[in-house]
């Protein structure tokens, strides 16, 4: 018995789809209509190899829109009649124009042949297609014809039969139409699948996209349920106004735009051409941005100068943050009665949360470049450029995708970043891309490395973040690289990025967009980062100390101000109720809000003080304030001395709170590192979220500071503290930015991957992060770097 095949014939105008089938069928057609309208339907049988092919001719159509009738007859057979297969008959002398139709066939799903006629018209202008090249990358088999002389036919038919007898199930091909486009189409399209409209016929995703194109068949199709049909009317219409503010365009413009992005893609990797051509503006900027050469040159030149500018632009807004923390800290600790909650306020929130909260300018400028970026369509040629890079350490091109959500450029966060990869089909790239993504530098990550450049690198700090952009890389393409070659090993998967035009981003979707970032950052600190930093200020305040060590402490202020007393001071200053008043007096000269000494009860005060001044900043000496020098001398020492107390009892505190004697503990695990406990327990809490090492770093140099230090920004601090120095700052940083991924990330990456991919992820980041930080601080301390 012979086996029945059907297949359409389908193409653009004037490929050769008559001579094809003329010549597959001879004079044996069938002319009629199709029922209901005026337009031709041609039929025809042939017979190849015991299979009896029906061929129907397919009306010419560019796209398969329901624009124009002839196209809503080819797709409406498509979908009813389900023939076996569908031959797509390309020109292949103007392959970008025509793949726009077959790419529409691979996204309903049908079993597709392509038969790339006019191959004689190809090589004639001097293309030359890697036949190979094209059936990977699109998926689909490619068979070169000449349909005017009968030539490739018997291939084709072969591989007709072929496709025909592989399994019928469709498999529609996912376009990437970007972020805004992709949110709504899965949202759509698990609509239509709760809903009972029948998927299994009509593709849900591809409803969807025709949903967000407008077409009006489709709306009415699934608008007859009418619950359903509201809910995708208010959804397009949310996007389409999105789309308008943002980018200046319909859903329909930028869909047409990505799907031509994908076949540029496709030719661009495919096809040579020797002749010269008519080409777009956009196809002659990616000549010279996507050159094997020049593009990652470009790339690199172009990721340096925005670090550079960012922080030059963000440098003096987010001094104002910091001046103005300070600030609100002072004022806090002046108007609020000294205690927990005054410590709570200050140390927790003000120069905890605040310190995350002050690199907003610095957040906002960086979305707002990658804004820029990625509107103008630059981002898609990063992908296609890092594709060819990437491949070489066993990732796959939608990996970079993935990694440059989860911060590629500083900034990102990696939970979006390991939802991204799953555009990846193959397991194995998808899991090693999930591995390494959050290896990247989000924007979690970005205030703890300006807190420490700032403080240790401040000449450099766009150099700095250049830098450290490159090792993330590095490391996550070794990683990659190693887990492909041991766990992971497996075959590559072909790779095709959409490369729209280039469109000029308006200044209004820019806004849009970053503010929309800025905004999930700030969110961010003032709940989760708030509420984990009030727990570990309560970590590091608790147990507090017990009363006979504070009593203890008393005592030795009090002997202190006995000494003082004691001294050649006592003869200004006689007893403790003067002293305590000049200390008072002292604080406001020293905040120079008394310029001249009042009263004349106060003219003692004034001399004694002005001496004081003197001697402490070390200036020239004045003869007539020579006979207050020695007093002013013990007052001096008088007020080192309960600097030191205080700071000892507050050391102490910390050090015997949970938090401190947590981050005592891993001091036996950390020393080699160089990080003391206070830093331990700022990584600890970062297990959470990675902005919470600033957080809290902030509240424990808070907790333990002396008055002077108050008025000083975090970075200051650390500068000045004697166990820190560039060495240490960098260690931290690379520890930082590898050490296991934050919570939010692994609970994503459980969901994704499982448990054990989830566990994995956390122990061989941190191992790496240890590791490598060992390393650093080893190398670098016998460089003589530590100092
Ligand atoms: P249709 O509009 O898709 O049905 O295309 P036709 O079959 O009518 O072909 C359009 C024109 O292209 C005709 O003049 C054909 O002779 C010519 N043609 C078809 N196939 C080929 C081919 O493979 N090579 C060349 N050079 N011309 C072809
Ligand atoms: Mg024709």
């Not at 898609?380 to 990437?390: E, G, Q, V, W, Y």
């Not at 990694?403 to 939802?419: E, R, T």
């Not at 003067?578 to 106060?602: R, V, W």
């Not at 590791?771 to 190398?779: E, G, M, S």
């Amino acid at each position: 018995m012979t086996k029945k095949i059907t297949i359409a014939l389908a193409g653009n105008p004037n490929a050769g789809k008559t001579s094809l089938f003329n010549h597959l069928t001879g004079a044996r057609a069938h002319v009629g209509n199709y029922p209901g309208v005026t337009v031709q339907k041609k039929e025809g049988r042939l017979q190849h190899d015991g299979y009896e092919i029906h061929v129907v001719d397919l009306p010419g159509t560019y796209s398969l829109t329901a624009y124009s009738l002839e196209e809503l007859v080819a797709r409406n057979f498509i979908l009813e009649e389900r023939p076996d297969v569908v031959v797509d008959v390309v020109d292949a002398a103007n392959l970008d124009r025509n793949l726009y139709l077959a790419l529409q066939f691979m996204e309903i799903g049908v079993p597709l042949v392509i038969a790339l006629n006019m191959m004689d018209m190809a090589e004639s202008i001097g293309l030359k297609i890697d036949l190979e090249k094209l059936k990977t990358l699109l998926g689909v088999e490619v068979v070169p014809t000449v349909a005017r002389q009968g030539k490739g036919l018997d291939r084709l038919l072969d591989t007709v039969v072929r496709v025909a007898e592989a399994d019928h199930e469709w498999r529609p091909k996912n376009i990437r139409y970007g972020p805004d486009l992709d949110l709504k189409i899965r949202e759509i399209s698990d609509l239509l699948m709760r809903s009972r409209f029948p998927t299994d016929k009509y593709p849900a995703r591809w409803l969807a996209v025709k949903c967000l194109e407008g077409d009006q068949e489709v709306l009415n199709l699934v608008g007859r349920d009418e619950a359903v049909g509201r809910k995708i009317k208010t959804a397009v219409e949310e996007l389409t106004r999105h789309l308008r503010a943002t980018l200046d365009d319909e859903p329909e413009g930028i869909i047409a735009d990505q799907r031509y992005g994908f076949i540029a893609s496709v030719t661009k990797q495919a096809v040579t051409s020797e002749g010269d051509f008519r080409r777009t503006i956009s196809d002659k900027i990616d000549l010279v941005l996507l050159n094997r050469l020049l593009g990652p040159i470009i790339l690199l030149a172009i990721l340096y100068s925005i670090y550079n500018l960012i922080f030059w632009i963000s440098g003096a807004p987010v001094a104002w943050f910091e001046v103005f923390f300070t600030w609100l800290g002072g004022a806090a600790t002046s108007i609020m009665p000294e205690g927990l909650l005054q410590s709570l306020v200050v140390s927790g929130l003000i120069d905890g949360v605040g310190g995350v909260i002050g690199f907003v300018p610095l957040i906002a400028f960086m979305f707002f470049a990658i804004a820029i970026l990625e509107d103008s369509g630059y981002l898609a040629r990063i992908a296609f450029i890092m594709d060819r890079i990437l491949r070489t350490f066993g990732l796959h091109g939608n990996s970079v995708l993935a990694l440059m959500i989860g911060g590629g450029i500083a900034g990102g966060c990696a939970v979006p970043g390991v939802l991204a990869a799953r555009t990846l089909r193959d397991p194995k790239e998808r899991l090693a891309t999930i591995m390494v993504t959050p290896l990247m530098n989000c924007g979690a990550k970005l205030p703890v490395y300006a807190v420490l450049i700032a403080a240790f690198f401040a000449r450099h700090e766009g150099r700095m973040l250049f830098l450290l952009t490159l090792i993330s890389w590095s490391l996550a393409l070794i990683s990659a690289r190693i887990l492909r070659w041991t766990v992971l090993r497996g075959e590559h998967t072909p790779f095709v990025m959409e490369l729209p035009p280039y469109r000029l981003p308006t200044f209004r979707g820019l806004l849009i967009h970053s503010w929309e970032r800025v905004w999930e950052y700030i969110k961010k600190a003032g709940t989760i980062i708030l509420a984990i930093s009030v727990i570990i200020w309560a970590l590091m305040t608790f147990p507090a100390l017990p009363e006979d060590v504070v009593e203890d402490f008393q005592n030795q202020r009090s002997r202190a101000e006995q000494a003082f007393l004691a001294g050649p001071g006592g003869k200004i200053l006689p007893d403790l109720e003067a002293l305590h008043q000049f200390n008072e007096y002292y604080q406001l000269i020293q905040a120079q809000k008394i310029k001249k000494a009042g009263e004349d009860s106060q003219a003692e005060y004034h001399s004694l003080a002005r001496a004081a001044l003197g001697l402490a900043q070390e200036g020239p000496l004045c003869p007539e304030l020579k006979a207050y020098y020695a007093p002013a001398q013990g007052y001096l020492n008088y007020r080192q001395r309960l600097q030191e107390i205080g700071a000892e009892e507050a050391g102490l505190a910390l050090r015997r709170s949970l938090g401190g004697r947590l981050g005592l503990l891993l001091e036996k695990i950390t020393r080699p590192l160089g990080f003391d406990w206070r830093t331990n327990i700022a990584l600890v809490g970062g297990f959470a979220a990675k902005e919470v090492v600033i957080s809290t770093l902030g509240t424990a140099y808070s907790l333990s500071e002396t008055e002077e230090e108050a008025s000083k920004s975090l970075a200051e601090k650390l500068a000045s503290q004697p166990g820190w120095n560039p060495l240490t700052a960098f260690t931290l940083i690379l520890f930082v930015m590898v050490y296991s991924p934050c919570v939010a990330t692994l609970v994503v990456i459980v969901r994704e991957a499982g448990w054990s991919w989830g566990l994995f992820a956390m122990l061989y980041t941190t191992v790496l992060a240890y590791l490598l930080t060992l390393a650093t601080a080893q190398i670098g301390g016998v460089l003589g770097l530590g100092v």
